[in-house]
């Protein structure tokens, strides 16, 4: 149980065009999702955080107008990564918090997207 | 400001010789603790959540205890499958008492 998937695993696009990255949770529900970046040998850093059905609380220093989040569903979390520039590219990882039972409190992770842009 | 700070930055092990993992932490009211592992260009796998000082869990080789200020992840017999990124991360209340705070993690490497 609890898995998340991410799609697509892996983008390349040019500069200044958007990328749409999909965070779904499978098996569970999640009210909260999460959105993490992550450059070489670097660790985890949140993005944002979503609630289904409200607007995304964005971290210090994380562009609102670049990233956009839409958490439409319980099961789906979107990422648009808007006018997309070589810095944009890193690996971006979302995750969903369960709700209900006993691990209400953990976040599962997707298995991430690389994106690179040219 | 949370702080997590783990070491070794590296770990190289031979198979069956264990060892252990530090994760030490600042936070004002620790919510819970969380270790994960992470393999190259995947997402982090949840293996642990402690919650109170004292506590320990396990899973096949692993054991992950705590105190009220650091964590300790203890490889036990390792294996090469054992070879990953382990990560730490943890919660405290604030505006939002779900955000993890990561530390840099520790990549363990188990040879044959």
């Known amino acids: 149980g609890a898995v998340v998937s991410q799609h697509p695993s892996w983008v390349i696009c040019k500069s200044g065009t958007s990328v749409k990255i999909e965070c779904r949770s499978l098996?569970?529900?999640?009210?909260?999702m999460f959105w993490y970046r992550q450059f070489p040998k670097q660790s985890l850093m949140l993005m944002a955080t979503?609630?289904?059905?409200?607007?995304?609380?964005?971290e210090q220093g994380v562009e609102k107008d670049k990233f956009l989040i839409n958490h439409a569903s319980l099961t789906l979390s979107t990422l648009t990564v808007t006018s997309a520039h070589p810095e944009d590219s890193s690996f971006y990882i979302c995750?969903?918090?369960?709700?209900?039972?006993?691990?209400?409190?953990?976040?599962?992770f997707g298995p991430g997207t690389r994106l690179t842009v040219l | 400001e949370d702080q997590v700070t783990q070491s070794p930055e590296a770990l190289r092990l031979q198979e069956g010789e264990s060892s252990s993992l530090n994760c030490s932490y600042t936070?004002?009211?620790?919510?819970?603790l969380f270790w994960y592992r992470q393999d190259p260009g995947k997402g982090p796998e949840f293996l642990f959540t402690?919650?109170?000082a004292g506590e320990e869990k396990e899973k096949e080789r692993l054991k992950a205890t705590l105190t009220k200020k650091e964590s300790f992840l203890h490889i036990t017999a390792p294996k090469p499958e054992d070879s990953a990124t382990y990560l730490c991360a943890v919660q405290a209340p604030g505006s939002n008492d779900y955000k993890l705070s990561f530390g840099a993690g520790t990549t363990v490497t188990v040879r044959a």
């Open positions: 402690l919650y109170s």
């Open positions: 995750s969903a918090r369960a709700i209900g039972g006993g691990s209400y409190n953990e976040q599962f």
């Open positions: 098996d569970f529900q999640a009210t909260t």
């Open positions: 979503s609630n289904e059905g409200s607007k995304a609380t964005y």
């Open positions: 936070v004002s009211g620790l919510r819970g």
